[in-house]
């Protein structure tokens, strides 16, 4: 069964640069969400979308902002990266009515 | 707001016997649902059993089960016939619909072979 893609799977930034993040959810699945991980952390949310407006939104730093597209996909673009970004992020997708959120294998985002 | 909780840091069981991991929430949605995660080394997150809050009976895969006691707030995973690959973390998460989820600070799992 197709998964949710995330790419790249690793990152490598220095402080004070901008990287973006991608996701492509499981087909037919309408909602996306972003989370972040940091080491030996529980995920935390960020935010999510549904149809491709804004559902939900948690503890996201006003340096990211993130969209949906047309096709569904989405990006998570951060700014300003700081040393305590640094984490796996996570997307997942569900869709309206079951809202079981299944996850993609992470982005890997180290900042130097 | 939610709140999940996850009181025990780290749970041991010998292959092949039952262990229960515990969770608490709290929340003030009418209508949600709780969810279990298993984290293996991989940093994978999977997906290992949902309950709906309107459902009165205990959701059940396979060897996962779970003891959902809404007026307690207490959502309960049973582990039977552990295997070694149920090495994990396991997080407690709680959301409603589109909302992200809140997770519990999660429940290290060791298999003892």
């Known amino acids: 069964a197709a998964g949710v893609i995330q790419s790249p799977r690793h990152l490598i930034k220095e402080k004070r640069e901008t990287a973006t993040l991608k996701c492509y959810p499981i087909?037919?699945?309408?909602?996306v969400y972003w989370y972040q991980q940091g080491p030996g952390q529980d995920p935390q949310f960020l935010i999510s979308f549904y149809e491709k407006m804004q559902s939900d939104k948690g503890s996201i730093p006003d340096r990211f902002s993130a969209q949906q597209f047309s096709d569904y996909h989405s990006e998570l673009n951060m700014s300003s990266l700081e040393l305590g970004d640094s984490a796996l992020y996570f997307c997942?997708?569900?869709?309206?009515?079951?809202?079981?959120?299944?996850f993609g294998p992470g982005t890997r985002l180290t900042v130097t | 707001a939610q709140t999940v909780t996850q009181s025990q840091p780290e749970m041991s069981v010998q292959e092949a016997e039952t262990v229960t991991l515990s969770c608490t929430y709290d929340?003030?949605?009418?209508?949600?649902?709780l969810f279990w995660y298993k984290q293996p080394p991989s940093r994978q997150m999977i997906l290992v059993i949902r309950q709906e809050a309107y459902k009165q009976q205990n959701a059940t895969e396979n060897r996962f089960s779970v003891n959902f006691q809404k007026a307690a707030k207490s959502f309960s995973l049973k582990i039977s016939d552990s295997q070694l690959g149920d090495a994990a973390m396991y997080f407690c998460a709680s959301g409603g619909g589109a909302d992200g989820l809140t997770f519990g600070k999660g429940t290290h799992l060791i298999i003892q072979p």
């Open positions: 929340t003030s949605e009418s209508d949600y649902y």
């Open positions: 997942a997708s569900s869709n309206e009515g079951s809202y079981e959120q299944y």
């Open positions: 087909p037919r699945h309408d909602t």
